[in-house]
């Protein structure tokens, strides 16, 4: 069974630093890798979407590498703001139509 | 992208009562929807997977009689909270997987609800 575990689970930065989140998964059969952007009370913003081909994707100050092989996945946000503080959530698809997902790293940016 | 709709987004409703979620495709037609439930600072789980013209499948440990789902269109899939119980507060959200015309998945608003 697909496990993701996120790390860390919290994180407070000041405004400015440059920052990565870590996810990993025990099954490197998947078939993409997507993170979100969780406000508190909200739904879910998607982010970043890497097909099981690809390596990484950018978007703006937000890079998501992915590491197949070792089941791993970083997402580095450049610059940050405390607009991004935010919980951060990672799935993976372990076939093209299911989706599992980590406990989420809450993120905060302090001005 | 894709726009899934779910309403409501907050409901607070009494023990015993029945609560319906409704999600809705927007702008393509889902065969197939799925329902997770995230209980505070805890990850999404999913509870079931519903298909359209068929009955829902769910994961172990969730009740079927009591998250009764209905797919019964192309463009809208329901989840009714039954006998509601305070323990059955959470924020539930409805996605639309990859396939059926989607490249990802696109996921509802969300529901927060509070059962007092």
């Known amino acids: 069974k697909q496990e993701v575990t996120q790390i860390p689970a919290a994180l407070s930065v000041p405004e400015g630093e440059n920052l990565v989140l870590n996810c990993s998964f025990t099954d490197s059969a998947i078939y993409n890798l997507q993170w979100f952007r969780q406000d508190p009370g909200k739904g879910l913003t998607s982010l970043l979407l890497?097909?099981?081909?690809?390596r990484e994707q950018t978007s703006g100050r937000l890079n998501a590498s992915l590491d197949k092989s070792s089941g791993r996945s970083t997402l580095y946000i450049a610059a940050s703001q405390p607009g991004d503080s935010a919980t951060y959530l990672c799935a993976v698809s372990p076939r093209n139509n299911d989706m599992r997902f980590g406990a989420g790293t809450r993120l905060t940016v302090k001005p | 992208g894709a726009v899934v709709s779910q309403h409501p987004s907050r409901v607070i409703c009494k023990s015993g009562t029945s609560v319906k979620i409704e999600c809705r495709s927007l702008d393509f037609q889902a065969t197939t929807m799925f329902w997770y439930r995230q209980f505070p600072k805890q990850s999404l789980m999913l509870m079931a997977t519903s298909n359209e013209g068929s009955k829902a499948t769910y994961e172990q440990g969730v009740e079927k009689d009591k998250f009764l789902i209905n797919h019964a269109s192309l463009t809208l899939s329901t989840l009714t909270v039954t006998s509601a119980h305070p323990e059955d507060s959470s924020f539930y959200i409805c996605?639309?997987?990859?396939?059926?015309?989607?490249?990802?998945?696109?996921f509802g608003q969300g529901t927060r609800l509070t059962v007092v």
């Open positions: 996605s639309a997987p990859p396939g059926q015309g989607l490249t990802e998945a696109f």
């Open positions: 890497i097909q099981s081909s690809q």
